[in-house]
């Protein structure tokens, strides 16, 4: 059975930003939510290398506190993970705007981040995706911004918690300006490639979760994995492999220019 918020795919998707499933995140979660109220922002506290370590945790989550601990994981270079379309063990005892019950009411984002000095300044990519997903959220739910608050301002006691680390004033005022419209528009990834060799159709953008004939292709390209016609989280990673070995953004994303890239590699 599939719980409320399987919504949140498509509404990210539709904002230009990169997500990733989990395996069977659609049907993950402590039973259901509540009315979403609004968004709870977090850091994970965890390795300070690799774009999304804490993701195992989020999903099974740790020693006393079953998984799901969030219901949507952000990694570094600003992928979106849907970690749980259900109820998440992500908020504890707080109040924002007069609601109480954080787990049932809002959605957690866990973003990756120590929290600590060696993890500062956030990666602008993954600030500016965590800005923009939050105000895809909200949009849908037809909340302001004043509806994103961070675990630190939700928590009770005032000071049980630091993240995220940091100001939530500065952050609500960007995702307020995304949801007004006079923020700047991201750079979006095309579907598929503007132009392709005579006679050949262009080739679709492909990400984690595509699978079929395409994939296939691009998994042969890139050498070193199964070619399995299945985009998963392997495949991707050799994408961000090639991708750094080329000079271009390691989104883990195969677009226009990634794909050129790979022709040139293949002759």
């Not at 390795?47 to 099974?60: A, D, E, H, Y």
């Not at 994995?225 to 989280?233: A, E, L, N, P, T």
Request: proline share 6%; charged share 20%.
């Amino acid at each position: 059975m599939s719980f409320s918020l399987t919504w949140m795919k498509d509404v990210l998707l539709q904002a230009g930003l990169k997500v990733a499933p989990t395996e069977a995140w659609e049907m993950r979660g402590h039973g259901d939510v509540g009315t979403i109220r609004g968004v709870l922002c977090h850091h994970t506290a965890g390795p300070r290398t690799g774009n999304m370590p804490s993701l195992t945790t989020l999903v099974k989550g740790r020693p006393g506190l079953d998984g799901p601990l969030a219901q949507l994981g952000l990694g570094r270079d600003g992928t979106f993970y849907l970690v749980a379309a259900g109820l998440a063990y992500h908020a504890g005892a707080g109040s924002w705007q007069g609601a109480t019950t954080g787990n049932t009411s809002f959605i957690g984002v866990e973003a990756e981040n120590t929290g600590i000095a060696n993890d500062q300044p956030w990666p602008d990519v993954q600030l500016d995706a965590y800005q923009r997903g939050v105000a895809a959220l909200l949009g849908y739910l037809g909340l302001p911004a004043t509806a994103c608050a961070g675990h630190k301002e939700f928590a009770l006691p005032h000071g049980r918690k630091i993240d995220p680390s940091f100001d939530m004033s500065v952050f609500r005022a960007g995702v307020a300006a995304i949801l007004s419209g006079t923020a700047t528009p991201p750079e979006l990834i095309s579907a598929r490639e503007p132009t392709a060799a005579p006679g050949a159709t262009p080739r679709a953008t492909l990400r984690r979760g595509t699978k079929g004939e395409l994939v296939s292709k691009l998994q042969q390209l890139l050498l070193h994995v199964k070619v399995d016609g299945d985009f998963g989280g392997i495949t991707e990673a050799r994408v961000r492999v090639v991708q750094r070995e080329v000079a271009l953004v390691p989104d883990g994303i195969v677009g226009p220019k990634t794909w050129q890239k790979l022709d040139a590699r293949s002759h």
